[in-house]
């Protein structure tokens, strides 16, 4: 009968109803189970919102995000590490480097670098332009970081003798007058400018690759780096030397080279012919 | 009216005799124009030197007229766009307008840049020949003494001229030789204060420097040149040794007509070969370096050649700091070794060479006689450890360059540069001596023995030897060579200069003459030549 009536009252006048007696094994049991169910929701509703280890693995990325996860984990993982996180001895971490120094790095070819060495140099590219985009996006979705402007043209309007005169302040101390480059200490070097288009050299400013500083957006204004960028591809290249042939523009140590080879060897030349007459 | 003839052959001797007349200039000249020049290319180095400064004063006239001399700051506004609205010194941009609008003017800076290298390699190349054939020996030491003067004149006037343009690379140049006068102890800081006229880089040193570069150090250097010149007519010039050539005598061309010609030509080639690499060889960009700014130092900042040595000497120097507790405590500074103390000990050892020889040889006599670099192994070799010495400094001077573009570490350079500065030169020394003793030993050897015909023999027991031509005709010894004296000359030592084989073709790209027949040897009487042979016919004509 009691039963019956149990059934009858219902789920919450059971639930309120306080049993008499309870043996000490059965309330043993069930703060056992209530501190297992208790670890259970605290130990799920950590997983479920806290960035864990295992949510690296998968994290939401966009599609070419992905393709570029992809490319990375066949190219630079070596080096960098599963996750970017860099590899002691080898490779840095590339968590908040950015699309800018990707770009800069991959699409000049730099990397993936050939050996371990003082620096990287320019290689013909391993990527092509898309793969390059898609890394940086893997890079840039993973940790952000700086990202060059779109467009490759630069330098719209860029004021060329303001840009030059920023050239000589802050480039010309390793990029020489000319951008032909010159050398740093041990093995290291600012490479030559000629090769650089404008997203490069803008890439380069933002990400400081290798040993040249970072020239963030607070010390030189992208109104700067415009008329910086002017100044190297509108006077340093397209301008001709009009002198004649510049010597490789490495300043008077090629000419006093020229000076010997040419002009020294050409005048005993012409003494030995002009003695030679009598 | 009668008209006179005039006779158009006469009229130089005429006009001639009636200058004699008046004043009478006839015996020196004749004096002047008879003297004898020997007739050898390496005589001809020192001329270069002097057309090359010729070139120099007609076109640094020429770019006085458009230099203003002057350190108040403009804006310039030329036809440059890369500069333009960029304050600069007055100079500066003086110097812009001459590269871009005046005209010809860009070309009259190249020349006057590039012979200025010219000036100083000649001077150099003329001092080694000089060294190396003993020229300078008694009694030319005076003009050894003044041939070295010459050098660090032109090193005075090439770098106050480099100075002048007051553009980013010449300034960098002015605060490292401020900072060289500076090093010096004790009157350094007065010294820059005087040149300076206060505190580096000052209102005035351009106008001092220009005033330097155009009036104080060609008046010296055209003084020292004139009594160069007058001393070599005055002690007449040396000569290789040779057939006829004593230590009495000068054989070579008169000074008129021949040799005053071939002087003229060979300054229209000097000037031919300056106007050409200033036309094909940009010099000194100045519009790139930009104006002088003490915050802007370019990378591969390097001076002229000729003091590229003493920048390469800063360059390997440790930086060694030497502190004396007087006072509040003095520094002499690294810098002050290699560039004060260093280039005045190598003023001293080259002015002084001739002496320090002549006494280590206990040598008082009079020589007019060059010596082959190969007869005087010491000196040659002495020679060559300053030439590699020099070398050096000179390549330590670019080695940030050469570090760059061969991909060499530039610790690695620095490195090299003070080790190889300490062990190359003792090994130049060796290497040089022992090919100097090689070449005379080939000398004596052919001396004794004759020259290698190129014909071998097989003895009757089986050997080969060469056969030798002896050179002097047999004086009854077993061997039947003559005895030759070594006198320091050239030694034939082939069969063309013999004659006994034909002479080598000339022409240095094509031979400019037939090859001549080859003598026959007597023992082989000519072959006849084929009689003609008349082709048999049946005897009747075809026609």
Known sequence: MTSDNDRRRGLLARLRERPAARSRGRRRLGAAVRLFAALMLAGGAYTVFAPGVQAQDNPPLTGAAAEGKALFDVSCVTCHGRNAQGVEGRGPSLIGVGAASVEFQVGTGRMPMARQEAQAMRK?????????RQLGQYIQELGGGPVVPAGDNLHEDGNIAAGGELFRINCSQCHAFGGGGGALSSGKYAPSLAPATDRQIYAAMLSGPQNMPVFGDNQITPEQKADL????????????????????????????????LVGIVALVFASLWIAGKS | MKRRKIDMAAVPGNAARGVDDRFQV???LRRLLNKVFPDHWSFLLGEIALFSFVILLLTGVFLTFFYEPAMTEVVYNGSYAPLRGTPMSAAY????????DVRGGLIMRQMHHWSALLFMAAIVVHMLRVFFTGAFRKPRETNWIIGSLLF????????????????GLSGTGLRIASAIILSIPVIGSWVSAAIFGGEFPGTIIISRFFIAHVLLIPGLLVALISVHLGLVFKQKHTQWPGPGRTNENVVGERMFPRYALKQGGFFMVVFGVVALMSGLFQINPIWLFGPYEAWVVSAASQPDWYVMFLDGSTRLMPAWEINIPIGDGYVIPPLFWPTVVLPGILVALSTLYPFLEARHLKDRKSHNLLQRPRDVPARTAVGAMAVSFYVILTLSGANDVIADKFQISLNAMTWAGRVGLLVVPPLAYYVTYRICLGLQQHDREVLAHGVETGIIRRLPDGRFVEVHQPLSASNGHADGHGELEYVGWVVPKKMNRLGALGPAIRGFFYPIEKPAEAPVSPGHPPVEPRPEREEITSGESRR
């Open chain 2, 93 to 100: 941009a003086s110097s812009l307008d001459i590269s871009f």
């Open chain 2, 26 to 28: 006839a015996t020196p």
């Open chain 2, 152 to 167: 660090w004149v032109g090193f005075l006037a090439g770098f106050t001229g480099y100075s002048l343009p007051d553009d």
């Open chain 1, 229 to 260: 960028i002017a100044y190297i591809q509108q006077t340093l290249k397209t301008d001709q030397d009009p002198g004649g042939f510049n010597l490789g523009r490495y300043g008077p140590s090629t000419e006093g080279l020229a000076i010997f």
């Open chain 1, 124 to 132: 013909p590219e391993l990527f092509t332009d898309e793969e390059v």
